[in-house]
C-alpha cells in the first residue's frame, strides 16, 4: 500500500500552522476567559479540515491552554483565586532560575534589547492595550530567559503563561493601569550591575505580583 507522503505533509503543516496560531492567541490573552471554542468554527477560521482543527485542540488541552468539559464543550480557562495563586507560585520558582542562568551571557546587546521591548511594553500601556501589554511583556521575559540555554524549564514556564493568557487580559482590565509596571527596570538594573540576588528577587516579584492582585 503506498502513502501520499504529500497529502500527509499538508495535513501536519495546516495541524501545525493552526495549533501554533491559536496557542499564540491564548498566550496573549487575544480570547477571554471561558470562550468556547467548536472544531467546526475553528476549522473553517483557519480554513482546514475538522481533522487538524481536532489534533490542534488535543493538543491544547494537554497543555492546559483550553479546557474539556464532560459534555464535550472546549473553551479557554476559567481560573479561580487558588488556581492563580497555584501558578502564581510555579511563575516565582521557575522564572527566576532562569534569570540566574542568563546572567552570565547578559552582555550589552541583550540588555538594549530588553530596553527597547520595555519601551514598546510602555506604549502598550499608555494606549490602554491590553494584548500588545501581554505580548510585549512576554517577549521581555522570553528574550532574557533565552539565553539561560534551560530549554525544559523554559518550556515548562511558556506552559504556565499559556494557561494564564486569557486571565492576564482580565487582569490588565482590572488594574487599570497607566504607568508600565517598575519591575522591568530593575531587571535591566539587576542585569547591568552583574546583581543576581537583585535579579531573582525583581523577577520574582514582577511575575507574581499582578497575579496575586488578581486573586484577591
Known amino acids: 500500500m503506498l502513502i501520499d507522503n504529500r497529502r500527509s505533509d499538508t495535513g501536519l503543516a495546516h495541524h501545525d500552522r493552526l495549533?501554533?496560531?491559536?496557542?499564540?492567541?491564548?498566550?496573549?490573552?487575544?480570547?477571554?476567559?471561558?470562550?468556547?471554542?467548536?472544531?467546526?468554527?475553528?476549522?473553517?477560521?483557519?480554513?482546514?479540515?475538522?481533522?487538524?482543527?481536532?489534533?490542534a485542540v488535543r493538543?491544547?488541552?494537554?497543555?492546559?491552554?483550553?479546557?474539556?468539559?464532560?459534555?464535550?464543550?472546549v473553551s479557554t480557562p476559567e481560573l479561580?483565586?487558588?488556581?492563580?495563586?497555584?501558578?502564581?507560585?510555579?511563575r516565582a520558582i521557575l522564572e527566576p532560575e532562569l534569570a540566574s542562568r542568563a546572567l552570565p551571557r547578559a552582555h550589552m546587546a541583550l540588555i538594549e534589547r530588553l530596553q527597547t521591548i520595555?519601551?514598546?511594553?510602555?506604549?502598550?500601556?499608555?494606549?490602554?492595550?491590553?494584548?500588545?501589554?501581554?505580548?510585549?511583556?512576554l517577549e521581555f521575559h522570553r528574550t532574557l530567559y533565552l539565553?539561560?540555554?534551560?530549554?525544559?524549564?523554559?518550556a515548562l514556564?511558556?506552559?504556565?503563561?499559556?494557561?494564564?493568557?486569557?486571565?492576564?487580559?482580565?487582569?490588565?482590565?482590572?488594574?487599570?493601569?497607566?504607568?508600565?509596571?517598575?519591575?522591568?527596570?530593575?531587571?535591566?538594573?539587576?542585569?547591568?550591575a552583574g546583581d543576581e540576588p537583585g535579579l531573582r528577587l525583581a523577577v520574582r516579584t514582577d511575575v507574581t505580583q499582578g497575579l496575586k492582585m488578581l486573586a484577591q
Open 157 to 192: 514556564t511558556e506552559t504556565v503563561w499559556l494557561q494564564l493568557g486569557p486571565t492576564m487580559r482580565t487582569l490588565y482590565g482590572r488594574l487599570g493601569r497607566t504607568d508600565p509596571p517598575p519591575h522591568h527596570r530593575m531587571i535591566i538594573a539587576a542585569l547591568k
Open 19 to 55: 495549533y501554533r496560531s491559536l496557542r499564540t492567541q491564548i498566550m496573549h490573552g487575544e480570547i477571554e476567559p471561558g470562550t468556547a471554542l467548536t472544531l467546526r468554527g475553528l476549522a473553517k477560521k483557519f480554513d482546514v479540515s475538522m481533522t487538524p482543527a481536532r489534533e
Open 147 to 154: 539565553r539561560a540555554q534551560a530549554p525544559a524549564t523554559l
Open 80 to 90: 479561580g483565586p487558588e488556581r492563580i495563586e497555584e501558578l502564581a507560585a510555579i
Open 59 to 73: 493538543r491544547l488541552v494537554a497543555e492546559g491552554a483550553l479546557t474539556l468539559s464532560a459534555s464535550g464543550r
Open 118 to 137: 520595555n519601551g514598546a511594553n510602555a506604549e502598550a500601556v499608555a494606549k490602554h492595550d491590553a494584548i500588545a501589554y501581554i505580548r510585549t511583556n
